[in-house]
């Protein structure tokens, strides 16, 4: 699995974020690829998962055709863990 962790620049919180995703991933079992990028790149990018904010899930939604799963701490990574089963279970 192909997932994308975004934010405005692709850097700093967006390596936060990916970093709690891994985690929560690994910790459900899953074996995903997951990598950081800016709110642009990511619409021309073809991942199966994206984290982002609620602000950016807004604007990508119509621009990829994969799921998107808002997070509003990056750093609560019993927010992700739990976001993380809720999409798992709707696949």
Not at 26 to 38: H, I, S
Not at 53 to 74: D, G, M, N
Request: glycine share 4%; charged share 20%; with cysteine.
């Amino acid at each position: 699995m192909r997932v994308l962790a975004v934010c405005g620049f692709g850097v700093g919180s967006s390596m936060a974020l990916r970093m709690q995703v891994e985690k929560a991933l690994k910790e459900l079992g899953v074996d995903a690829e997951v990598d950081n990028t800016d709110i642009a790149s990511a619409a021309s990018q073809t991942p199966d998962l994206i984290y982002t904010s609620p602000e950016f899930a807004e604007q990508l939604e119509s621009q990829v055709t994969c799921p998107i799963v808002a997070i509003k701490e990056f750093m609560n990574y019993q927010e992700v863990l739990q976001a993380s089963k809720s999409q798992l279970q709707n696949d």
